[in-house]
């Protein structure tokens, strides 16, 4: 028996035009057997929950360079139940500081990536979070 490609959504909210390290991600996560759905950029929370819903991932991840993590991501949580898609692991990486994690998590995300974060640590993380629910 196969098992299914884990499916996750790499997605650059707001108006941040930066997404190299998006893409940098998406292919680590894919040469890691993942299934990628890469959004493009500058795209709203409803748009990124809406395609969440859309194609079943397992995984939301928000690539976030302009600092505006925090708004953005109150934002999306608040879609996450009307949506249907609390039950997808949350992750958020990019330009991150260290005093923002914990509001971050508190929001519900499950994990956070700040730039420079190996990325064999992401590939572990889904793997850990999505095969032991």
Request: glycine share 10%; net charge negative; charged share 25%.
């Amino acid at each position: 028996m196969t098992r299914t490609p884990i499916r996750v959504l790499v997605a650059k909210p707001g108006l941040d035009g930066h997404d190299v390290g998006a893409k940098v991600v998406t292919r680590a996560l894919m040469n890691a057997g993942f299934e990628v759905i890469y959004t493009g950029l500058r795209r709203s929370a409803t748009e990124i929950a809406s395609i969440a819903r859309d194609e079943d991932v397992d995984v939301v991840g928000l690539s976030i360079l302009s600092g505006s993590h925090l708004p953005l991501c109150e934002k999306f949580a608040g879609l996450r139940e009307e949506y249907q898609i609390t039950d997808k692991l949350w992750m958020v990486g990019g330009n991150i500081s260290r005093q923002d994690v914990a509001a971050l998590l508190t929001l519900g995300v499950d994990g956070v990536f700040p730039v420079g974060s190996p990325l064999q640590s992401i590939v572990d993380f889904i793997h850990e979070k999505t095969r032991s629910a």
